[in-house]
């Protein structure tokens, strides 16, 4: 076998790895860079290997960073099965659209106001090249060995970040490469605990929070603190959330605050349409989380869902007029694109009004400047001035810190041959591979940007 890392190397996006056998190669992952211009510029450069020299594509999960190359790749030339879970798949239906419909919109802006120095700006791809990619999707269930040929097989088995987030083991019968996508919270209080690995040869494990640990404190309290104080001054809470996974577990804190009489009785707005169908989903998939049909109804009620355009700017309408405190939910969780961005320009500006981050922030992102306590932010093309609080909540990720990930490494009956730490910014990343060899004494690397291994 030989493995090439594409992407997630140095930095937490773009994961794609390319594994190459018995002259096939298949894709494990095929994310889009996130972040600075630096990362963004390799979405348009082509990959090493040609699109439709590649037999098949296996996604770990749906998050846009694993899967939204897919409609790219497509697009030049790729014309294979692209493997996933069934919860994976019904996300990509949401998330795949939606990314291109984005992409065609900032070019549309950028084109109209001037923002770029590109004649026209043009979108990576639409939201019909990405339509036209799910038809490749072959969703397949947790625990099942698949066969890719006579001797590579592949099983997913349950990673607990967001639903249907797997992990991938792939085997020949001799040697085995593990790939760990995200790795989920080992107590999260709506998704399922990731499964429990107990060997490979190789392990490609990811390294978000490598050289750190997550609050101990309840998110509950957390959230029920930053809403309290916010509505005490007459403001309002917006809250940049990825729509998959974050907005969910958001929405089960505030259900819980809202059920024990703990927050006013505000409007709370769900306004990111991808958010909602995500939301929703929980009902469709009661196997991959933790809640009772009794609580998923609970989640889905607690705040009002804005679907449509209007809708979204009614909110900022009424703000102007009443200035009514509220919560408002939006994506994208690293202000990178979307609804949110309306609202920061709306709320950004005022004393009274919190800004409260709920995830990690990749650099170069605008989540990444306000949390490291810029000034100012650029939105659209204008500079906008930041004097509402910026909130952070280190407690509410997805990702499982260093210390669960060792905790789920200890799982492993036997040390595998090396263990490749990717999906982590260069700090996070080295702190995780010192960490791996200092517990448990393995072979553990940070591979670069492209660099090819023997397994």
């Keep these: 076998m030989k493995l090439t890392f594409l992407g997630a190397t140095e930095t937490v996006t773009g994961s794609k790895y390319l594994l190459e056998h018995g002259g096939k ?86 084109n109209r106001y001037g923002w770029t120095k590109h004649h026209p700006a043009l979108p990576l791809y639409t939201e019909d090249d990405a339509r036209e990619s799910l038809q490749y999707f072959r969703p397949l269930s947790f625990g099942t060995p698949h066969g890719l040929t006579d001797e590579l097989s592949f099983t997913f088995h349950r990673a607990g970040h967001i639903l249907g987030a797997a992990f991938v ?21 709506v998704m399922k605990p990731p499964a429990k690995m107990q060997d490979a040869d190789y392990l490609v494990l990811e390294s978000t929070y490598g050289d750190r640990l997550h609050d101990k404190d309840d998110p509950t309290d957390e959230i029920e603190a930053v ?88 909110i900022n309408e009424n703000n102007r007029n009443n200035n009514m405190p509220k919560i408002i939910i939006s994506a994208s969780g690293m202000a990178t694109g979307g609804r949110v961005l309306h609202h920061l320009k709306n709320y950004i500006g005022d ?19 306000l949390a490291r306590g810029e000034k100012e932010l650029k939105i659209h093309g204008s500079i906008w001035p930041v004097r509402a609080e910026i909130a952070m909540l280190d407690s509410m990720s997805a990702h499982a810190d260093y210390a669960e990930i060792l905790s789920w490494l200890g799982n492993f009956q036997s040390a595998p041959r090396r263990v490749f730490i990717t999906h982590g910014e260069i700090n996070a990343a080295n702190a995780m591979r010192d960490k791996v060899e200092e517990t448990f004494g393995w072979n553990a690397i940070v591979p670069s940007y492209m660099q090819s291994e023997d397994l």
């Excluded at 493997?83 to 990314?99: Q, V």
């Excluded at 790939?179 to 919270?185: E, M, P, Y």
């Excluded at 958001?250 to 709370?268: A, G």
């Design 227 to 314: 809403v309290r104080r916010t509505v005490n001054r007459g403001g309002t809470v917006v809250i940049p959330a990825f729509a998959v996974g974050r907005a969910q577990a958001l929405l089960y804190h505030i259900y819980v605050l809202r059920s024990e009489n703990r927050i006013p009785d505000i409007p709370i707005f769900l306004d990111s349409p991808m958010a909602i169908n995500a939301t929703d989903m929980l009902k469709r998939h009661m196997s991959d989380h933790r809640l009772s049909a009794e609580e998923c109804d609970a989640l889905c009620s607690v705040a009002r869902y804005t679907r449509t355009v209007a809708e979204s700017k009614a």
């Design 169 to 189: 083991r792939i085997t020949d019968g001799y040697t085995s490469v593990l790939f760990s996508g995200d790795i989920g919270r080992l107590h999260n209080p």
């Design 351 to 369: 004393a009274k009004n919190t800004i409260l981050l709920t995830g990690f922030q990749a650099a170069g992102t605008r989540g990444d400047r």
């Design 25 to 110: 190669k298949y894709l494990i992952d095929c994310g889009l860079f996130q972040g600075s211009k630096e990362l963004r510029s390799r979405n348009w450069d082509g990959l090493p290997v040609a699109p439709n020299a590649i037999d098949a594509v296996i996604l770990t999960h749906a998050h846009i960073d694993h899967s939204g190359y897919i409609p790219k790749l497509v697009k030049a030339g790729f014309r294979g099965p692209i493997y996933c879970t069934d919860a994976t798949f019904d996300l990509c239906k949401i998330l795949l659209p939606d990314s291109g419909h984005l992409q065609e919109d900032d070019a549309a802006e950028a």
